[in-house]
């Protein structure tokens, strides 16, 4: 009889595993505020599929690092911390238009974040590393939001344009097409970290982009 219900009751633990969440929850971490000074945050680990960050919500990137596959979209303000030793790689690129992107590195800094936006197809411009998106033919937006860079080490290049599309900034806007217009670059600030930024090439009679700053054209 014992030896009956010890087993009903493992087969019923292991029936239960599949539906589990593997979800990652929000962890205390440290991390580098503006002021130079050490503070204490809950954040959520990043994992590959988190593609939507969410307004208020802060973010760190997992030990040994992340690639994020697809282009990540920003919402609101979002916080986002380059853990040491680790680095994030969105490989797609990151929208920020019409939000606020802030990133803090921890005590040493050595965090790292890749950002490159995709070449524009189709007569539209690239997309910026971080910011906008790059816009097709007689149209507008694509603007670069805010970006606030505290700490870490930043890279970020722009997509190249597509025929008559402009290059995509690599943090600001993204490339225009032929008679569009409203693409901007959003305002970017720098406090800390090192910062690599590269405009993405312009295509036919088009402008690169600016490595920080407005999209070409």
Known sequence: MFKTRFFSILA????????????AYAASVSYVDGNGTSQTVDATE????????TDGSWYIVPEGGLTISGRIAVSGTVNLILRDGAELTASEGITTTGATLNIYAQSTGTGALT?????????AGG???????GVGNDASGGAGGTVNIYGGTVTATGGNGAQCGGGGAGIGGGGLGYRSSGVQGGTVNIYGGTVTATGGNGGQLAGGGAGIGGGGN
């Open 127 to 133: 997309n910026a590393g971080i910011g906008g998106i």
């Open 46 to 53: 990043l994992e590959s599929t988190t593609t939507s960050w």
């Open 115 to 123: 950002a490159t936006g995709a070449n524009g197809a189709n007569y």
């Open 12 to 23: 019923l633990l292991f029936g239960l595993l599949p539906c589990m969440s593997l979800t």
